[in-house]
Nanobody, 124 residues
Framework: QVQLVESGGGLAQAGGSLSLSCAAA????????MGWFRQAPGKEREFVAT????????YYAESAKGRFTISRDNAKNTVFLQMNSLKPEDTAVYYC?????????????????WGQGTQVTVSS
């Protein structure tokens, strides 16, 4: 079991930046691949970014490439999502998630553990 708590959401203007954090408690954090997903009102939860257990490999949704950066600090049991050049369409609740899998990490069902989410609102 791992418990996840996101923080860092809020309001930003278009073109601005926000930094999200997700603190993990429970079993060894480095045992999990980590992902960030988001869900806008009336839409399905969608993949944003993922990072492998070691942090050596990352992968992004097309919408996030070049603007968002996922990273992790296994010593601090934390995963981060740096979001730059924000757009109004980035407005959503952002969730971090943990997976014991090594593949299929862009799919919601690959993740067994989820945080409660943090709201990100980008104004135009």
């Amino acid at each position: 079991q791992v418990q996840l708590v996101e923080s860092g959401g809020g309001l930003a203007q278009a073109g601005g930046s926000l930094s999200l954090s997700c603190a993990a408690a429970g079993r060894t954090f480095s045992s999990y691949a980590m992902g960030w997903f988001r869900q806008a009102p009336g839409k399905e939860r969608e993949f944003v970014a993922t990072i492998t257990r070691s942090g050596r490999i990352t992968y992004y949704a097309e919408s996030a490439k070049g603007r968002f950066t996922i990273s992790r600090d296994n010593a601090k049991n934390t995963v981060f999502l740096q979001m730059n050049s924000l757009k109004p369409e980035d407005t959503a609740v952002y969730y971090c998630a943990a997976s014991t899998r090594a593949d299929g990490l862009i799919v919601v069902t690959s993740y067994a553990y989820w945080g409660q989410g943090t709201q990100v609102t980008v104004s135009s």
